[in-house]
């Protein structure tokens, strides 16, 4: 997630510009006709916030992991009155991930120090820098995610894992990925949706190659490195970043970090069929009484005309 702007801009792209926190425009944001929402975090308290988003994503640490973003409430406020218009959520959320090993604050010294709600896939932790530890340590990261900064109704958010070089990792792929299964294993064990924000190559120096089971694969991905609204399009059509799973955004930054929602809303549910005309039942026949050869009354069925 660039987590700054970019200063030095020839032009904006869009006639939308940065103004104070507001509510959103009621239609949706576009540029060059491609309807687009925004990501925002920390970078962006005090200052103003774009206006007419789809949709946003907002992040919820300060630039880490064990980290609070300071403006989250009222970002998260300002999400909720995206326009919408696309598949994507109003207002989803994203944090930061990394895997510190022993150097960098809390780490576990064991299993016993994190309550799983499984075994761990990894075995058992000793306090080392081993796969087995990094996902105890991923899932108390997203535990606190979840518990500490405020999100509020979290199972019901998208939640974004964003993986970048920029953080802190381990030499060992492996460990790695074992962080980013073990936060992702806490968020799906309370019922979030998850999926994974970072490029190609980035989320390769970092994860490696996961394991066939891993709970990452099938995780839709948000891709960065687009340019353009025109490149954002693009860039749907590249490959997720697991195996099984789905491009879902992609991102590209100018004033702001833009998305584009690759995937297109649900169309409308088809209308009831008409109800069938009422036919009013046929009049039922009426006696009358005729008289019979010897002068007695006799009832006749006689049908009235309609």
């Known amino acids: 997630m ?11 792209l869009f006639a939308s510009v940065a103004t104070p926190f507001s509510a959103a425009n009621a239609a949706p944001m576009q540029a060059s006709g491609i309807v687009l929402g925004n990501d925002i975090s920390w970078p962006q308290c005090g200052g103003g916030l774009p206006s007419g988003q789809a949709f946003a994503i907002v992040g919820v640490n300060g630039g880490m992991p064990g980290t609070a973003n300071p403006c989250f409430a009222e970002q998260l406020g300002w999400a909720s009155g995206s326009a919408g218009g696309t598949s994507q959520a109003a207002a989803a959320v ?8 022993q150097y960098g604050g809390w ?4 299993n016993a120090d994190v309550g799983l709600s499984r075994p761990n896939p990894y075995g058992n932790c000793d306090g080392s820098a081993s796969a087995a530890c990094a996902y105890l340590y991923g899932y108390g990261m997203a535990f606190d995610d979840v518990n500490r ?3 509020p109704d979290p199972a019901k958010h998208m939640w974004w894992l964003d993986v970048e070089t920029g953080n802190a990792w381990s030499w060992d792929t492996v460990a790695n990925a074992a962080d980013l299964e073990g936060m992702a294993a806490y968020l799906q064990s309370i019922g979030a949706a998850v999926g994974i924000y970072s490029t190609s190559y980035q989320f390769g120096v970092i994860a490696g190659q996961l394991r066939p089971n891993s709970n990452l694969n099938g995780l839709k991905s948000w891709l960065a490195g687009a340019t353009s ?8 059509s590249a490959p997720p970043l697991t195996a099984g799973g789905v491009v879902a955004l992609t991102q590209f930054t100018t004033d702001f970090d833009y998305n584009f929602s690759c995937i297109p809303p ?9 109800p069938a005309p009422v036919v009013a039942p046929p009049k039922p026949p009426v006696p ?10 006799k009832p ?3 049908i009235p005309q309609s």
């Open 2 to 12: 660039k987590t700054a702007k970019l200063m030095a801009v020839a032009c904006l």
């Open 94 to 101: 994203y944090v930061n991930t990394a895997n510190p090993a």
């Open 107 to 110: 780490w576990p010294a064991s």
């Open 149 to 151: 900064y405020g999100v």
């Open 229 to 236: 609204p025109e490149s954002a399009v693009e860039l749907c």
């Open 266 to 274: 649900a169309p409308p549910p088809p209308s009831p069929p008409a």
């Open 288 to 297: 009358t009484l005729t008289h019979d050869a010897n002068g007695k009354r």
């Open 300 to 302: 006749e069925l006689s």
